[in-house]
């Protein structure tokens, strides 16, 4: 396993709802899968990496909760609003509505690399104390609860 193929994979999850949402014309697809995506991408970091140091799997389930989360959010929220007014003048375009989703497919992959490079040096992780960790963790709780707070 290696950043590429996470890349093939954020590729693939997107290309897959972007399908989807071409054909239905709809843009219901677009932020669910955003999260989506960073759930699967840290799933198949797991699962193919079996991590077992504190720091990676605690970074791996960190970003679980926060996509869950946002996830849940923006899918309430699409529900709500029934259409998301960004794609108007997308929507009807295969090019200019895949050019997003190929944006985001990029954008979850570059985001995912910090974690998966702490999956990656597992090994190297296994050392680190959870004490050591623990800002990151705080300010994880910290930072997904402001965030919490400023979509309520």
């Known amino acids: 396993m290696n950043i590429w193929y996470l890349l093939l994979a954020s590729l693939a999850i997107n290309a897959v709802f972007f399908v989807f ?7 219901a697809f677009t932020d669910i899968t955003y999260s989506l995506s960073f759930v699967l991408l840290s799933a198949i970091l797991y699962i193919t990496l079996r991590p077992r140091s504190i720091v ?3 970074s791996l389930i960190m970003v679980i909760l926060w996509a869950v989360r946002l996830g849940t959010y923006l899918f309430s929220r699409i529900m709500e609003i029934k259409v998301d007014h ?10 200019a509505f895949g050019s997003f989703w190929l944006l985001q ?3 979850a992959w570059i985001i995912m ?3 998966a490079f702490m999956a990656f040096a597992d090994g190297r ?3 680190v104390s959870p004490l ?9 709780l910290g930072g997904l609860t402001l965030e919490t707070a400023a979509d309520a």
């Open 113 to 115: 690399l910090p974690v």
């Open 86 to 95: 960004r794609f108007d003048d997308k929507r009807d375009s295969v090019i």
């Open 105 to 107: 497919a990029l954008s």
């Open 21 to 27: 949402a071409a054909v239905l014309r709809t843009d």
């Open 56 to 58: 990676a799997v605690t």
């Open 125 to 127: 992780l296994a050392g």
């Open 132 to 140: 050591a960790f623990a800002p990151f963790v705080l300010a994880f």
